[in-house]
């Protein structure tokens, strides 16, 4: 929009366009797009493994034995202060990232489903504008028809 903005500044407002929709994703920016968000899945899903394992299941507990800590030779009782906030944050954290990854991968389907879509409708229109038979084919009877245009049905024997 700003490149728009600067093209209409240096040639007058009637210039035509530098392109035909600012705001659509298509080439390169699709792709860069489709992968940030693969990115964005994959770092969201490392965190949750991350914070499954640090904390098993999630869980924190109020106190943790430490062992072998320099300088203690002994096991010491370590007691987390204000746990059930910090468990409380960390099932809210959890869940963003839960409903996070949800909605990616759900822009991630729409994306690549809306694109399949777009592809399909230009192949069918391809299709429909040059119709193509086989060369190879020794029945002529859909030149035929072509040719009568559609005002009488031929039958083709072989």
């Known amino acids: 929009e700003d490149r728009e903005k600067k093209n209409r500044e240096k040639n007058g407002e009637n210039c035509p366009k530098l392109y035909s929709n600012t705001g659509k994703k298509h080439g390169g920016l699709w792709w860069t797009y489709l992968l940030s968000l693969f990115f964005?899945?994959?770092i969201e899903i490392l965190f949750l493994y991350l914070l499954h394992k640090m904390w098993d299941s999630f869980d924190l507990p109020r106190l943790v034995k430490c062992s072998n800590v320099d300088p203690c030779p002994n096991t010491v009782d370590c007691y987390i202060a204000r746990p059930t906030e910090k468990r409380v944050f960390t099932y809210f954290m959890?869940?963003?990232?839960?409903?996070?990854?949800?909605?990616?991968v759900c822009e991630i389907f729409y994306l690549i489903f809306k694109r399949v879509v777009q592809s399909a409708r230009k192949w069918k229109k391809s299709t429909k504008r040059s119709?193509?038979?086989?060369?190879?084919?020794?029945?002529?009877?859909h030149l035929k028809?072509?040719?009568?245009?559609?005002?009488?049905?031929?039958?083709?024997?072989?």
């Open 145 to 158: 028809a072509e040719e009568k245009d559609n005002k009488s049905q031929t039958r083709c024997v072989t």
């Open 40 to 42: 964005k899945l994959i």
């Open 94 to 104: 959890v869940g963003a990232s839960a409903i996070c990854i949800v909605l990616t």
């Open 131 to 141: 119709v193509s038979y086989s060369k190879a084919s020794t029945c002529r009877c």
